[in-house]
Nanobody
Framework: QVQLVESGGGLVQAGGSLRLSCAASGRTFTGYSMLWFRQAPGKEREFVAAISWSDGRTNYADSVKGRFSISRDNAKNTVYLQMNSLKPEDTAVYYC???????????????????WGKGTLVTVSS
């Protein structure tokens, strides 16, 4: 059974940093794209970042470019999202996801996702 378990969310002041983790288990993710999405209150879920599990190529939404960084540790089967210079508009539930779609540089959609985590809440105060 595939499991994606997020951790690291919490409350932070604007300008601060947080690092989210996603522990993946239940299958090999070679060839998968590992993703982060987020859903703010009253809004639709949106793509944040992607990383190729195999070669580490990355892709970001324009709204987080230069502030967020996605990485993975293959030995630990873990994906990270380092979030710096946080803004109140970054407040959302952040979801880890896995997609069997070959990595591409574009905006992933929910339809690309094969597995979802349950999410972790990030709150940025002004």
């Amino acid at each position: 059974q595939v499991q994606l378990v997020e951790s690291g969310g919490g409350l932070v002041q604007a300008g601060g940093s947080l690092r989210l983790s996603c522990a993946a288990s239940g299958r090999t993710f070679t060839g998968y794209s590992m993703l982060w999405f987020r859903q703010a209150p009253g809004k639709e879920r949106e793509f944040v970042a992607a990383i190729s599990w195999s070669d580490g190529r990355t892709n970001y939404a324009d709204s987080v470019k230069g502030r967020f960084s996605i990485s993975r540790d293959n030995a630990k089967n873990t994906v990270y999202l380092q979030m710096n210079s946080l803004k109140p508009e970054d407040t959302a539930v952040y979801y880890c996801a896995a997609s069997a779609v070959i990595f591409y540089r574009g905006t992933y959609s929910e339809e690309d996702v094969n597995y979802w985590g349950k999410g972790t809440l990030v709150t940025v105060s002004s």
